[in-house]
């Protein structure tokens, strides 16, 4: 199970951390990602980090800006988000797949957790 977390409001140019919390038993083979979904768009991908090497992997519209990282301690995946833009504005989902890292679409992902929703105003 993923809970998602950190969500809220903030000024263009602002910074927020988003957490997902995973309350199940994790494993070597596990991906987690961060997807958003923004009124009337698709959902789409935003980064993703392996379990056990930390690889990483994000979207071209957030490199440079959103740090993914994860506490194997805590269980939890933290996506650091930095000079945010009002396009940014979107419900922000964490997601876990198990198996191969670097997939960038919804089907490729078994387990969802809640949104979490992110305003960036101008």
């Known amino acids: 199970q993923l809970q998602a977390s950190g969500g809220g409001l903030v000024q263009a140019g602002g910074s927020l951390t988003l957490s997902c919390a995973a309350s199940?038993?994790?494993?070597?083979?596990?991906?987690v990602a961060w997807f958003r979904q923004a009124p009337g768009n698709e959902r789409e991908f935003v980064s993703s980090?392996?379990?056990?090497?930390?690889?990483?992997y994000y979207a071209d519209s957030v490199k440079g800006r959103f740090t993914i990282s994860r506490d194997t301690a805590k269980n939890t995946v933290y996506l650091q988000m930095n000079s945010l833009k009002p396009e940014d504005t979107a419900v922000y989902y964490c997601?876990?797949?198990?198996?191969?890292?670097?997939?960038?679409?919804?089907?490729?992902?078994?387990?969802w957790g809640q949104g979490t929703l992110v305003t960036v105003s101008s």
């Open positions: 199940t038993r994790t494993f070597n083979t596990l991906v």
């Open positions: 997601a876990a797949r198990l198996g191969s890292s670097g997939y960038t679409t919804t089907r490729h992902y078994r387990y």
């Open positions: 980090i392996t379990w056990s090497g930390g690889n990483t």
